[in-house]
């Protein structure tokens, strides 16, 4: 059974909003840094966002700062990301992870330990 299950993706022209939900089965991965990452065939996963355990730190990826926001609400063991101004180039399968530390400052694939089974975002031209 996913850990991690993810919700939101779809089609949607450019200029426009997705929201992307990551619900956790376990009330444990509150305890850690969550993150965002997405993939497109033939690439390596890509780092988008991550957020600390208390919720107070948060980082992105250059090209999606001021378009992207993370968020957690831990009383509903679930994370977050709201995206704004949607560029075709946003397309791609978005996964969810739970990092392996409380802070925010390691944001690489290995530094996750749970993966969602991703959901995926297009974003017509």
């Known amino acids: 059974q996913a850990q991690l299950v993810e919700s939101g993706g779809g089609l949607v022209q450019a200029g426009g909003s997705l929201r992307l939900a990551c619900v956790a089965r376990?009330?444990?991965?509150?305890?850690?840094?969550m993150a965002w990452f997405r993939q497109v065939p033939g690439k390596e996963r890509e780092f988008v966002a991550i957020i600390s355990q208390s919720g107070a730190s948060t980082r992105y990826v250059e090209s999606v700062k001021g378009r992207f926001t993370i968020s957690r609400d831990d009383a509903k063991n679930t994370l977050y990301l709201q995206m704004n101004s949607l560029k075709p180039e946003d397309t791609a399968v978005y996964y969810c992870?739970?990092?392996?530390?409380?802070?925010?400052?390691?944001?690489?694939?290995?530094?996750?330990?749970?993966w969602g089974q991703g959901t995926q975002v297009t974003v017509s031209s």
């Open positions: 992870a739970a990092s392996r530390y409380s802070d925010s400052y390691w944001y690489t694939v290995d530094d996750m330990d749970y």
């Open positions: 376990e009330r444990t991965f509150m305890r850690f840094a």
